[in-house]
């Protein structure tokens, strides 16, 4: 039921800033906690920040914190990550999910960020 599209990744120099988006359809997204997620090659998936279903609570994984901000927008049914002063490390595609997973998650095609001089 669920679909969601992330746009707003591309190449960018260490230091740099990028703003994601994801895009929410087929869903309630107000009542649904919600989280960034990214893959680097050869690597797992790991949460990188999550927020509640109103937006006032959020959560970052350690190495993003005091560079990512999460928000989100339920009139536009529209989560963002603001990602500053990045790193080469913080190069993924990043996904946009429920904070709830289970083992049939939709996820959508993600968006590439790359860090690189």
């Known amino acids: 039921q669920v679909q969601f599209v992330e746009s707003g990744g591309g190449l960018v120099q260490p230091g740099g800033s990028l703003r994601l988006s994801c895009a929410a359809s087929g869903s309630r997204f107000n009542t649904n906690d919600m989280g960034w997620y990214r893959q680097a090659p050869g690597m797992q998936r790991e949460m990188v920040a999550l927020?509640?279903?109103?937006?006032?609570?959020?959560t970052y994984v350690d190495s993003v914190k005091g560079r990512f901000t999460i928000s989100r927008d339920n009139a536009k049914n529209t989560m963002y990550l603001q990602m500053n002063s990045l790193k080469p490390e913080d190069t993924a595609v990043y996904y946009c999910?429920?904070?709830?997973?289970?083992?049939?998650?939709?996820w959508g095609q993600g968006t590439q960020v790359t860090v690189s001089s």
């Open positions: 999910n429920m904070r709830v997973l289970s083992w049939n998650s939709r």
């Open positions: 927020i509640s279903s109103g937006g006032g609570s959020t």
